[in-house]
C-alpha cells in the first residue's frame, strides 16, 4: 500500500505569526520530492508541519487519511522518520547505540529490544554504509559519515516517509554527493517516499521526481524539474537571472541551472 | 569487522559492570566502616550480635539506635540526591544542573529557617516544612517557565530567578534574627546527626519510587539527548516525559534535603564523575550515579564526624572541601586530548 501524507487546508506559523496562510500539498506515491525556495519562505516550515512537529493553526495533516495528531505518536514514528537539519547527541554515543534509537517506537516502556530490532539496526548500518563505524563514538566521525549514521538512525524506524530538512548544508561537494546519491539508492531500494528540503537547485533538478517551490508561504509551482526551474520561475523566486541549461553526461541529460546574476527591485 | 565491534562493545560492558561492581563494593565497606568507626569503636562480630542478637545493651544502643540508622540515611541521600543532579542534567541538558536549580533547595532552606526561627518549639516538623517549601518553590519555577509546556532555558532561568529571590529571604531573616542563626547554620550546611528512624521513613518512600522511576526513565532521557525535535519523531510525549523527570528529581532532592539539610556537591557532582567513567548512556549512569552518591554521603559522613572527633563537621562541608578538588583535576584531565 502507498503511504500518503497530504496537507488540507493548514495555515501554518509560530507564536501568532503567520507564514503560511493556506496551503495544500499531497505526496502520494513513492517518489523524491524536493522543496525548494528563498530563504523565509516557509519550506522548512511545511516540512516541519507534515513531519508533525509543528501542529498547524488550522487544517489538517494527514497520514494515510488519519489526521497525523490525532494518531497515537509510536505509529506516526513507524511510517514517518524525520531528519532535522541540525542535530544534536552526547559525544560519546556509539553509533550503534544512536541507530538503535530508531527502534523506539516498537520498544515499548518496559520492552527490550528484541531479534527484529537487532536486524533493522543492522539492516540500517549497512544500507548507509557504516556498518563498520558501528561502534565508534560520534565525536570521531567526519561530518559526511555522522550524517549517515543519523540517517541510518531514520531508517531504523522502517519508514515508507523519510523527511530530510537541508540534508547537505553542513557536508561538502564530495559528501553532498555522496549523500544524494545514498538517498536515491534508498527511494529505489526501499521504495521510500523521501521529501526533503534543498538549497541546492542542481541538486534538486538532478535527484528529484518532483520540485515543489515555495514563496512567500504558498507553493509557487509545482512538478518535474524542467517544469519548475524555468528562467522566468527563477527569477520571480529568487530575484536572479539564470541560465537554464541541458548537459549531456554519460548518456544522461541533465537540466543544469547556472544563476549569473541579480536581478534589480527584487523582494521575497 | 566482527570480532573488532565485538571488542568495543566488550570494553564498554566490562567498564560499566566493573565500575558498577566497584561501587557496590565500596558502598558495603562504607556502610560497615560507618557502623564500626566511632567514638566506641564495634567489630564486625558485635554488629552481627546486636543485628540478630537480643536487643539488649549499650553496643545494641549505638548499633541499632545511632549508627545504622545514620549510615542508611546517608546512603539513601546520597542516592536521591545523586539520581535528581542526573535527572536534571539530562532533562534540562545543562552540565551545570542540580537539585538547586529548580529552587528546590532555596525553598527547603527558606521555609526550614522560617520554621527554626520563628517557631523554634515546632523543630520537629523542619523535615516536613523543608519539603513542602522544596515542592513549592518547584511549583513558582514550573509556572515561571511554563508555556505550552517547560523549555529547558526558561526553566534553568526561572529556577535560578527564584533561588535568588528565597536567598534574598534567608538573608532578611538572619539579618532580623541574628541571635537565632546558630541553630540553623548546621542545618544548612547539611548533616546527618541525630537522625533516626523516623527519617528513614521519610526518605525511603521516596528513594524507592525513584527507583522505580530511573528504570522506567532511562530510554525517555536517552532520547531527549537527541533533541526535541528526534525525540518527538521517534514517537515521544516531550512535554510529558520531561515534566514528569522534573517531578521526579524534584521529589527526589526534596525528599533528601528534608531530613539531610542543604547538602549541595553530591547532585552537581556525583553525575558528573559518573559519566567520565562510564559514558551518558542513561541505562547504566541512573544506577551507578545512585551508588557512587551513596558512597560519597557515607564516607564524608564518616570523616566528617572522625577526624575531628569530638567536633563533628556538618558533611556538607566535608564533601565540597574534598570533592571540589578532585572534581577540578577530573575536568583538567578529561580536557586533555
Avoid at chain 2, 541571635?179 to 526518605?203: C, E, F, P, Y
Avoid at chain 2, 518527538?232 to 521526579?248: M, P, Y
Avoid at chain 2, 559518573?274 to 570523616?303: K, N
Amino acid at each position: 500500500m502507498n503511504c500518503m501524507i497530504e496537507a488540507r487546508a493548514v495555515t501554518l506559523g509560530y507564536a501568532g505569526k503567520i507564514i503560511c496562510p493556506c496551503l495544500d500539498m499531497a505526496i502520494s506515491k513513492p517518489e523524491i520530492v524536493s522543496i525548494i525556495g528563498p530563504n523565509g519562505s516557509g519550506k522548512s516550515t511545511i516540512l516541519k508541519a507534515i513531519s508533525r512537529l509543528l501542529p498547524p493553526v488550522t487544517g489538517s495533516i494527514l497520514l494515510n487519511g488519519k489526521d497525523i495528531h490525532r494518531m497515537r505518536p509510536n505509529d506516526v514514528a513507524r511510517l514517518l522518520a524525520v531528519l532535522p537539519q541540525s542535530v544534536q547527541a552526547p559525544d560519546d554515543m556509539r553509533v550503534y547505540d544512536l541507530v538503535a534509537n530508531g527502534r523506539a517506537p516498537y520498544v515499548g516502556l518496559f520492552g527490550r529490544p528484541n531479534a527484529n530490532d537487532q536486524a533493522a539496526v543492522r539492516e540500517a548500518l549497512e544500507a548507509t554504509g557504516v556498518s563498520e563505524l558501528a561502534f565508534r563514538r560520534l565525536d570521531t566521525l567526519s561530518g559526511g559519515e555522522r550524517q549517515r549514521a543519523w540517517l541510518a538512525m531514520a531508517l531504523a524506524q522502517q519508514p515508507q516517509i523519510l523527511l530530510l530538512d537541508e540534508p547537505t548544508t553542513y557536508l561538502d561537494v564530495h559528501h553532498q554527493l555522496e549523500f544524494m546519491k545514498l538517498v536515491e539508492r534508498l527511494y529505489r531500494e526501499l521504495k521510500l517516499t523521501v521529501v526533503m528540503v534543498l538549497h541546492d537547485l542542481n541538486h534538486a533538478a538532478r535527484f528529484s521526481h518532483r520540485i515543489i517551490a515555495m514563496k512567500s508561504g504558498e507553493i509557487f509551482a509545482d512538478g518535474t524539474a524542467p517544469a519548475v526551474l524555468t528562467t522566468e520561475n527563477l527569477r520571480l523566486l529568487y530575484g536572479v537571472e539564470s541560465t537554464v541549461m541541458t548537459i549531456e553526461q554519460d548518456g544522461c541529460a541533465h537540466l543544469v541551472c547556472f544563476p549569473h546574476d541579480i536581478c534589480n527591485g527584487y523582494e521575497a | 569487522m566482527r570480532v573488532m565491534m565485538d571488542h568495543a562493545q566488550d570494553r564498554r560492558i566490562w567498564l560499566r559492570n566493573g565500575v558498577s561492581l566497584a561501587a557496590l563494593v565500596s558502598l558495603v565497606v562504607a556502610l560497615l566502616a560507618g557502623i564500626m568507626i566511632g567514638a566506641v569503636p564495634i567489630n564486625l562480630q558485635e554488629i552481627w550480635q546486636s543485628l540478630v542478637g537480643t536487643p539488649t545493651g549499650e553496643l545494641y544502643q549505638i548499633v541499632h539506635n545511632i549508627r545504622l540508622p545514620r549510615v542508611l540515611i546517608g546512603a539513601l541521600v546520597g542516592m536521591n540526591l545523586a539520581l535528581a543532579g542526573c535527572i536534571l542534567q539530562g532533562v534540562l541538558r545543562n552540565p551545570l544542573a542540580d537539585p538547586g536549580i529548580v529552587g528546590v533547595s532555596a525553598g527547603a532552606g527558606l521555609a526550614a529557617m522560617l520554621l527554626m526561627i520563628l517557631w523554634p518549639e515546632l523543630t520537629v516538623f523542619v523535615p516536613l516544612a523543608a519539603f513542602l517549601g522544596a515542592l513549592g518553590a518547584l511549583a513558582l519555577v514550573l509556572a515561571l517557565a511554563w508555556n505550552n509546556g517547560v523549555q529547558p532555558l526558561p526553566m534553568v532561568l526561572a529556577g535560578v530567578a527564584i533561588a535568588a529571590l528565597f536567598g534574598s529571604g534567608m538573608s532578611v531573616l538572619m539579618i532580623f534574627h541574628s541571635d537565632k542563626v546558630q541553630g540553623t547554620v548546621n542545618w544548612m550546611a547539611g548533616g546527618l546527626q541525630g537522625r533516626s528512624w523516623g527519617h528513614i521513613r521519610m526518605i525511603l518512600p521516596y528513594s524507592l519510587i525513584g527507583s522505580l522511576g530511573t528504570m522506567v526513565s532511562y530510554r525517555y532521557l536517552n532520547l531527549l539527548q537527541l533533541g526535541d525535535d528526534v525525540a518527538k519523531s521517534l514517537g515521544t510525549r516531550v512535554q510529558l516525559a520531561r515534566f514528569g523527570l522534573v517531578i521526579l528529581a524534584a521529589l527526589l532532592a526534596a525528599s533528601a534535603v528534608s531530613v539531610a539539610g542543604l547538602l549541595g556537591f553530591v547532585g552537581l557532582i556525583v553525575p558528573h564523575i559518573t559519566r567520565m567513567l562510564i559514558g551518558s548512556d542513561f541505562e547504566y549512569l541512573l544506577p551507578c550515579s545512585a551508588l557512587l552518591g551513596a558512597v560519597t554521603v557515607v564516607a564524608a559522613d564518616l570523616i566528617a564526624r572522625t577526624v575531628f572527633s569530638p567536633v563533628e563537621i556538618p558533611v556538607g562541608i566535608i564533601m565540597a572541601f574534598l570533592g571540589a578538588p578532585f572534581f577540578i583535576y577530573l575536568l583538567r584531565k578529561g580536557m586533555r586530548p
